[in-house]
């Protein structure tokens, strides 16, 4: 069993900033590759940021300079810090990680539930 839990969303005015964080727990033996994607309504999902577990980044052109991932490897952990925050970044954001779980031999996608963040004055 492998969950992931987002927390941290919510609603914010324009300009502010949020912190998402994402911690994936149960019978996981490594992390590869962990993102962030966001659906806003009658929209596809989308790759917001994506982090290697090298630490390599790689962001979308619309939150490049504005939004920066990070991860902490002991904690099975990927936060998304969102700064100068737009009206267009509001979405449901899903924490996303490529695992291994214990058993398995192969790295599987897995999912989180999925968290509101909404901006707006």
């Known amino acids: 069993q492998v969950q992931l839990v987002e927390s941290g969303g919510g609603l914010v005015q324009p300009g502010g900033s949020l912190r998402l964080s994402c911690a994936a727990s149960?019978?996981?033996?490594?992390?590869?590759?962990m993102g962030w994607y966001r659906q806003a309504p009658g929209e596809q999902r989308d790759l917001v940021a994506l982090?290697?577990?090298?630490?390599?980044?790689n962001y979308a052109d619309s939150v490049k300079g504005r939004f920066t991932i990070s991860r902490d490897n002991a904690k099975n952990t990927v936060y998304l810090e969102m700064n100068n925050l737009k009206p267009e970044d509001t979405a449901v954001y899903y924490c996303?990680?490529?695992?291994?779980?214990?058993?398995?031999?192969?790295?599987?996608?897995?999912w989180g539930q999925g968290i509101q963040v909404t901006v707006s004055s």
């Open positions: 982090i290697t577990n090298h630490g390599v980044t």
């Open positions: 996303n990680g490529r695992l291994l779980r214990t058993g398995f031999y192969a790295y599987s996608d897995y």
């Open positions: 149960g019978s996981i033996l490594n992390i590869n590759d």
